[in-house]
């Protein structure tokens, strides 16, 4: 292989901010610990998270994660989130610059089932197969594929769930993705039959064209031109995620909506409480019994239809000025 080096200098390239960690963040400390240096490279903004995202607080998190796994160096490229499939030609141009540079390539594999991770991946094969000079490893972060290595991260798994914590705002919450993620770290067992976790990878070492990799990785169940076939599944990703995110936003809402009704309905309660405590002590007054009292002996002193009792009417008419 070309562009090989002794120190083995390894890039990771993620769609979005936390990507880079589920899918190969066990791996990514496992070079790093051994003196490898590893760049990672953040393609989109990851401005569609929420409907009004922090992409900021995103970009601190990924750095802050960079730090917890040994990542040497960041960048961040700053395409639109959701909109990678609309820039290809542009992607191509800028990986094409980068991964000459690098002896090993992380990216997510083609049928992961996200539109940005999808147009990730075909960019970096088509680099990939017009200049092969680096070792290709494909990774997964929604959906399960045809693998060839199996990284057992078992003894450095909490540093790797310490830095998906770390992405409590991009993740919203981590400790369901840690689930989801052991879960998924878990399925290459069916394989190894031993309780251990996994991170996979289809290492592609030699020159490969893209509809090559794309007949591999469907076990030749893709026909006609697999790069066409992908590049139209980029349109149904792109609908599934606009729905998961749609239906994610109104959670969001609801759960906002039920904490400001929860903090109303506290105050309430307090509120209740003093008009409870207030109308013990009026209870307890001095006015309040002689008040009792009196309308106890009202019906005796004037009975009802009696000349008292009107003449008592007329009096409390003069007095309202009735």
């Known amino acids: 292989m070309e562009g090989k080096n002794e120190k083995g200098y390894t890039v990771v390239i ?71 499939a609309n820039h290809l030609d542009e992607l191509k141009s800028a990986l094409g610059g980068i991964l000459k540079n690098f002896q090993r390539v992380y990216a997510p594999h083609p049928f992961d089932h996200h539109s940005d991770h999808i147009a990730a991946s075909l960019a970096v ?32 798994y909490p540093i790797k769930k310490k830095a998906l914590l ?42 490969m064209t893209v509809n090559e990799i794309l007949n591999f990785l469907s076990y030749g169940v893709v026909c006609d031109d697999p790069h066409n076939q992908l590049l139209k599944k980029i349109k149904s990703a792109q ?3 606009g729905l998961l995110n749609e239906e994610r936003n109104i959670r969001l809402s609801l759960e906002d909506s039920l904490k400001t009704n929860q903090e109303e309905l506290e105050m309430l309660k307090v509120h209740l409480k003093n008009h409870q405590e207030e109308l013990q002590k009026l209870k307890s007054s ?24 009107r003449i008592y009417r007329k009096l409390v008419n003069i007095i309202k000025g009735v």
């Open 14 to 84: 993620a769609p979005h901010f936390d990507d880079e960690v589920i899918g190969c963040g066990g791996t990514i400390y496992q070079h790093t610990a051994k003196g490898d240096e590893v760049h990672l490279y953040v393609l989109t903004d990851g401005s569609k998270l929420y409907e009004k995202t922090d992409t900021n607080k995103r970009k601190e998190e990924c750095l802050s994660a960079a730090r917890l796994l040994g990542i040497t160096e960041v960048s961040f490229l700053d395409f639109k989130d959701g909109e990678l």
């Open 125 to 156: 094969l088509s680099v990939f197969e017009e200049s092969p000079t680096f070792e290709l490893r494909l990774y997964g972060v929604y959906n399960t594929f045809r693998h060839n290595l199996l990284v057992d991260v078992t003894d450095v």
């Open 166 to 207: 770390n992405y409590s705002y991009s993740l919203g919450n981590s400790y369901i993705w840690i689930k989801r993620t052991e879960a998924f770290m878990k399925y290459p067992t069916i394989y190894t039959v031993e309780d251990r976790l996994y991170e996979a990878f289809l290492v592609i070492d030699q020159p």
């Open 239 to 241: 609908m599934l995620m």
């Open 286 to 309: 001095i006015f309040f019994k002689m008040y009792d009292v009196y309308h106890t002996l009202k019906p005796k002193i004037f009975p009802e239809g009696s000349l008292r009792e």
